[in-house]
């Protein structure tokens, strides 16, 4: 399936049974966080190979290239779940969001592992258990699996992330502390103008320091953040196109549709029909549960 017209809901428990030597490969996209609910699997990864007992758990970040392979003996299954920090607008904060991304891409290291005895695995194993009874808790309790695992990275970001230090222009760290503090869902509203008011320098300085700091331009940043946040609404809701526009930032509906398309390859109303259109009933029932939450 091309994964451009795929949507999948996150923060989701979904499973897969692997036969004896049975391999999984989690092509899906941000942060994949399995648990060994039965079995023994082995994290397969050309850096390092592991052996996972029942109760672990593995983290895969999106640009991995690792599986999982079933022990020779048995079968196994496995619980899990997807997070993705930009469809998280509101609770990440930009300075979050890149050193989350940061992480993922690091070095290509191999899959995370927590043993049966770590907290995240263990928090994991209960969440199983309640999983189909309340969803909406069931989403907080993998956002809070998913923020503990990751603790030590995010600990950075309450660190200035302009790595320069002391050399640093008044402007530039002013640019930073507020980024690393910023929601990304601010950015549909905000302008350079008003970011630069709050760090006291030039609307070109500001610029150039925003696009130092985040690694891309204010307004390519920000159209990315709407394009997000135009692709979960048409995704996981029945609102026309228009009132989605508007609601992502977007004051005409002819440039949102161009945009929309020069990123995504087809319309608004095209890709919403494909993603629809790809959607088997069991992942249709999961984004209506989600929605109507």
């Known amino acids: 399936m091309n994964s451009k017209y795929y949507f999948d809901p996150h923060l989701v428990i979904k499973y897969v049974n692997l036969p004896p030597t049975g391999e999984w490969r989690p092509d899906i996209s941000g942060w994949v966080f399995a648990h ?3 079995g023994q699997v082995y994290s397969m990864h050309a850096l390092k190979n592991q052996q996972l007992e029942t109760g672990s758990v593995i983290a895969f970040p999106w640009c991995d290239r690792g599986y999982v392979r079933a022990s020779q003996l048995d079968w ?3 619980h899990f779940f997807q997070v993705e920090p930009e469809r998280l607008p509101g609770l990440v904060t930009l300075g979050e969001q890149e050193v989350l991304r940061g992480a993922a891409q690091r070095d290509n290291s191999p899959p995370r592992v927590f043993l049966a005895d770590h907290p995240v695995s263990e928090r994991f194993k209960k969440v199983c258990g309640f999983s189909k009874t309340n969803q909406f808790l069931t989403r907080l309790q993998l956002l809070q699996i998913f923020t503990d695992a990751m603790a030590d990275d995010l ?3 309450q660190c200035d992330i302009d790595p320069v230090g002391e ?3 008044d402007a530039r760290a002013r640019m930073a502390e507020l980024l690393k503090q910023l929601p990304t869902a601010a950015l549909l509203d905000l302008t350079l103008n ?5 760090v006291h320098c030039t609307p070109r300085h500001g610029s150039r320091i925003f696009n130092d700091v985040v690694g891309m331009s204010f307004r390519k940043k920000q159209s990315e953040v709407r394009l997000q946040r135009a692709q979960e609404l048409l995704a996981t809701t029945r609102r026309k196109v228009i009132d989605i526009a508007m609601e992502s930032g977007y004051q005409s509906v002819s440039l949102f549709n161009l945009l929309f398309k020069r990123r995504f390859g087809l319309t608004p109303s095209k890709w919403r029909e494909k993603v629809k ?3 088997t009933p069991k992942r249709r029932n999961q984004r209506l549960s989600i929605v109507n939450a």
Request: charged share 20%; glycine share 0%; proline share 0%.
């Open 155 to 157: 600990k950075v970001a």
């Open 36 to 38: 060994v609910s039965a």
């Open 277 to 279: 259109a790809n959607e």
């Open 167 to 169: 050399t640093t222009s």
């Open 194 to 198: 008003d970011l630069v008011k709050q």
């Open 76 to 78: 196994a299954s496995l």
